[in-house]
């Protein structure tokens, strides 16, 4: 079993920056690949960013170049570092763990969300 939390989530004005934090706990010793997911009022829950093991990253298009993910293994914890932040990036963010099928994330454990909220 795998425990995630998230914390980090608040408002921001648009353009500016915030960092949320994913602490991973229980048997994460078969946790292929972290993620970062996404879901706003009336859309689907979607992909933000990913982070294999071995460090392999991959983005949504509609993020990149604006946000980085990137993982502590020593303290078990995912982060997420937004800069310059849109309206359009509002929504609840989970953070996942699970397995990989290729290059694919598969989500098995997901944490609470945490919302993030960008004022124009």
């Known amino acids: 079993q795998v425990r995630l939390v998230e914390s980090g989530g608040g408002l921001v004005q648009a353009g500016g920056s915030l960092r949320l934090s994913c602490a991973a706990s229980?048997?994460?010793?078969?946790?292929?690949?972290m993620g970062w997911y996404r879901q706003a009022p009336g859309k689907q829950r979607e992909l933000v960013a990913t982070i294999t093991s071995g460090g392999s990253t991959n983005y949504a298009d509609s993020v990149k170049g604006r946000i980085t993910i990137s993982r502590d293994n020593v303290r078990n914890t995912l982060y997420l570092q937004m800069n310059s932040l849109e309206p359009e990036d509002t929504a609840i963010y989970y953070c996942?763990?699970?397995?990989?099928?290729?290059?694919?994330?598969?989500?098995?454990?997901w944490g609470q969300g945490t919302q993030v909220t960008v004022s124009s």
């Open positions: 229980g048997s994460i010793f078969s946790i292929n690949a």
């Open positions: 996942a763990a699970g397995g990989l099928l290729g290059s694919t994330m598969i989500p098995t454990y």
